[in-house]
């Protein structure tokens, strides 16, 4: 018998199954600017402060070096002739300009090549600029410069305060130095009532110790025209003697009290500068002509004069030089408080410090 045929093992068939596609690596994506990480808000104050400084001392520069080639050249502008004075002025300005403008596109260019270096070369080179200048400003040099600027802009005005501070000037310098510190000496016996007074009025006490060095050279007495004690007072508004009480805290300030006398005569001046809207020669010669007659304001009006130095050629010569006798009584007092001593105007460069140091009461103008 015929075995039956063993069934046969099916072959098995391997189905190759597709690989598996392998993961895509993840690809960075590119981020842009806009997407950089934002610096740290210190930074951005740094920047600020740096281009503040770089600001600063160019502008410094800049102001100070026009001053002084302005002021180098005002001789040469001076005039009203057209071909002489005016148009080399006017082409002086456009070159001025045109310079300007080239050194600004000059340091732009220059800015730009430190910035590639060091963030802090800029602000630092522009500070070292304005240092530089700093220091010519400080120098006696200087002075004389500016004071040529001052006449080159104020005009009629500028020329008459020059004309009027070299009479100042002129007057410190014929005083004999050892009375002049006598007098300084003297003084210190009464500074601290002046200086009081000056600070409760807002007065520079310079101008106070001119006034009382002039009317009693600090000798306290009584004169034949009427004045009394340290600053000679006379007659005083009523407004001001009750003013001066008040801040003395008295119903009738004595006038034979230092302290009383020199917030009366504080308040006096500070009275007559109000009233000649604080010119200080004006307000000066107020004080020494007083209310009689109806003061200087009613002279001024009656002569058509304007300012001190066109009502000088109709007074008598006391009250004429009297704002030139304080004011280098002042000098010689300031002078002694910043250099402790009384500097001779004619030795050395004297002159020029001394211009430079300037007078009492005539700084607020700057």
Avoid: C
């Avoid at 910035?115 to 080179?125: G, M, T």
């Avoid at 600027?149 to 005009?155: A, D, H, K, T």
Wanted: charged share 20%; aromatic share 10%; proline share 6%.
């Amino acid at each position: 018998m015929n075995k039956p045929a063993a069934p046969r093992k099916r072959a098995s068939v391997k189905l190759e199954t597709a690989p598996k596609p392998k993961p895509k690596p993840r690809t960075t994506r590119k981020t842009s600017k806009k997407e950089l990480p934002k610096p740290p808000v210190g930074s951005f104050k740094h920047r600020l402060l740096m281009i503040g400084l770089e600001v600063l001392g160019l502008a410094i520069t800049a102001v100070s070096a026009v001053m002084i080639l302005l002021g180098y050249s005002a001789g040469w502008f001076s005039g009203t002739r057209f071909f002489t004075s005016l148009l080399p002025f006017a082409i002086g300005v456009l070159a001025l300009i045109v310079a300007a403008a080239v050194l600004l596109i000059g340091w732009w260019r220059l800015r730009k090549w430190l910035q590639d270096r060091a963030a802090i070369l800029a602000p630092v080179l522009a500070l070292s600029f304005a240092l530089v200048i700093g220091w010519f400003v400080l120098q006696n040099h200087f002075a004389q410069a500016f004071g040529h600027f001052r006449m080159l802009v104020g005009g009629k005005q500028e020329a008459s305060r020059v004309t009027l501070a070299h009479q100042v000037y002129a007057a410190y310098r014929r005083y004999d130095t050892a009375q002049l510190l006598q007098m300084v000496n003297r003084a210190e016996t009464y500074n601290p009532a002046i200086v009081e007074a000056a600070k409760v009025f807002d007065i520079d006490p310079n101008l106070l110790q001119g006034i009382a060095a002039t009317e009693s050279s600090f000798l306290p007495r009584d004169s034949r025209d009427g004045g009394h004690g340290l600053f000679q007072i006379t007659q005083v508004p009523k407004a001001v003697m009750a003013q001066a009480g008040k801040q003395l805290e008295v119903s009738k300030p004595s006038l034979l009290d230092p302290r009383h006398n020199a917030f009366i005569a504080a308040a006096t001046l500070k009275y007559y500068l109000t009233e000649m809207h604080n010119d200080l020669f004006l307000g000066l010669l107020a004080y020494n002509i007083g209310p009689a007659n109806g003061g200087l304001r009613f002279i001024m009006q009656q002569y058509g004069a304007i300012d001190f130095v066109t009502i000088q050629p109709y007074l008598q010569q006391l009250p004429r030089d009297y704002p030139i006798r304080v004011l280098s009584h002042a000098l010689a007092f300031r002078l002694w408080k910043i250099e402790g001593k009384l500097p001779v105007y004619e030795e050395g460069d004297n002159a020029m410090r001394i211009q430079r140091i300037g007078i009492p009461g005539l700084q607020a103008e700057l």
